[in-house]
């Protein structure tokens, strides 16, 4: 019974670690993007938006047909 707990909890903990790490990952993408086209072009634009039907990750575009 003591083992299945020692395993439960390094499971658990390595689970919560990698998530961190994939948050931290995307956060710190999502920022350097506001900062670049601030910076860059002079634009205030969010790393991810939905206007109009259409939902925009970085440049990349998707339009949703409702």
């Known amino acids: ?3 299945n707990t ?3 909890w390094r499971s658990f903990f390595m689970a919560i670690l990698i998530v961190m790490c ?3 990952i995307v956060a710190g993408i999502t920022e350097s ?3 670049m086209r601030k910076i860059g072009f002079g634009e205030y634009k969010n790393a991810v ?3 109009n039907g259409v939902l925009r990750i970085l440049d990349f575009k998707i339009e949703i047909k409702d």
């Open 33 to 35: 993007y506001k900062q």
């Open 22 to 24: 994939l948050y931290i």
């Open 49 to 51: 938006e939905y206007s």
């Open 1 to 3: 019974m003591k083992r």
């Open 6 to 8: 020692k395993i439960f």
